[in-house]
């Protein structure tokens, strides 16, 4: 089963929320691996950021992670940085997940839009 945390965040740089979404991931054995960032140009001159993270098992072999998830961020002009970040249940257990969050929460949450 596949569980969604969504968060969006006011003046937090794109690159910081994804480096400490890696480090905060790594601390519950989970590694989260850049597959692709970009930038988009857009007609008034500023830019958006758009990142991929795919989230990994730890294992001593390689062969023996397992794809766990996926995390997606982006950045908007407008001061705005958007996390999706899905991950399967049984791979990421529930107990490892709320410490993920809570820390999240404890380190950015002053910068969190609560809807």
Not at 9 to 38: F, H, W
Not at 79 to 89: A, N, P, Q
Request: hydrophobic share 35%; charged share 25%; aromatic share 6%.
């Amino acid at each position: 089963m596949t569980i969604q945390i969504k968060k969006t965040y006011r003046g937090l740089n794109p690159g910081m929320l994804c480096d400490e979404v890696q480090i905060l991931l790594q601390k519950q054995g989970i590694m989260a691996i850049e597959t692709e960032s970009q930038t988009y140009g857009l007609p008034s001159g500023d830019t958006q950021s758009r990142t991929m993270l795919a989230l990994k098992t730890q294992a001593e072999q390689e062969k023996d992670q397992k794809e766990c998830g996926r995390a997606h961020i982006l950045g908007s002009p407008l001061g705005e940085t958007k996390m999706l970040l899905d991950v399967d249940e049984t791979l990421f257990p529930q107990e490892k997940l709320s410490a993920f969050q809570n820390d999240l929460d404890f380190i950015l949450g002053s910068h969190e839009i609560k809807w």
